[in-house]
T-cell receptor
Framework: GQQVMQIPQYQHVQEGEDFTTYCNSS?????IQWYKQRPGGHPVFLIQ???SGEVKKQKRLTFQFGEAKKNSSLHITATQTTDVGTYFC????????????WGAGTKLIIKP | ETGVTQTPRHLVMGMTNKKSLKCEQH?????MYWYKQSAKKPLELMFVYNFKEQTENNSVPSRFSPECPNSSHLFLHLHTLQPEDSALYLC???????????????FGPGTRLTVL
């Protein structure tokens, strides 16, 4: 069946270091979405990528959608404590209305 | 904040109790979702409603019963739950989308459920 794999599960970084999470789909996606969930909070939509090879930036966050539209990445430059949380990718389920298939998430942890 | 509200925010119940979770969205969306989020597990979709009609039911046990009286309100009725049902239950909504497009979802704050 359709799957979305996200790695790594956790990433510990020193404040100021970079962070990257990768998402790989078993099928071609029409779009991919990224969400952030702060500790104790709920997922919040960050961005949607639609085009093959698309790159979008939000301040220190860079999102990429692969040429084959099967993989995506989120890169954070110079992490800050406000970046702490779990980052999820999600893509539409093929042949299903509105449903998203979710990656397991990557938890960003800032080392003390 | 997000236009999706959930009540209660926290719920502790015994296995023989009956309770209901409520979700309301103020965004004019026509699709609503129930998700379960357990520790160290990905988001698990439970139910999807579009224009009040249930379109997805991902093999959820019958002790969870959804109700969608209109496009703005969604309920999850709980009865004879098990301790393993303890989790964060999230409601979300999205605007109508064409097949395979999957518009962004807006989540409520969730109900933290503990089953004793």
């Amino acid at each position: 069946g359709q799957q979305v794999m996200q790695i790594p599960q956790y990433q510990h970084v020193q404040e100021g270091e970079d962070f990257t999470t990768y998402c790989n789909s078993s099928t071609t996606l029409s779009n991919i979405q990224w969400y952030k969930q702060r500790p104790g909070g709920h997922p919040v939509f960050l961005i949607q990528l639609v085009k093959s090879g698309e790159v979008k930036k939000q301040k220190r966050l860079t999102f990429q959608f692969g040429e084959a539209k099967k993989n995506s990445s989120l890169h954070i430059t110079a992490t800050q404590t406000t970046d702490v949380g779990t980052y999820f990718c999600a893509g539409p389920v093929r042949d299903s209305n509105y449903q998203l298939i979710w990656g397991a998430g990557t938890k960003l942890i800032i080392k003390p | 904040e997000t236009g999706v509200t959930q009540t209660p925010r926290h719920l502790v119940m015994g296995m023989t109790n009956k309770k209901s979770l409520k979700c309301e969205q103020h965004l004019g969306h026509n699709a609503m979702y129930w998700y379960k989020q357990s520790a160290k597990k990905p988001l698990e979709l439970m139910f999807v409603y579009n224009f009040k009609e249930q379109t997805e039911n991902n093999s959820v046990p019958s002790r969870f019963s959804p109700e969608c009286p209109n496009s703005s309100h969604l309920f999850l009725h709980l009865h004879t739950l098990q301790p393993e049902d303890s989790a964060l239950y999230l409601c979300a909504s999205s605007q109508d989308s064409t097949r395979d497009r999957g518009n962004e979802q807006f989540f409520g704050p969730g109900t933290r459920l503990t089953v004793l």
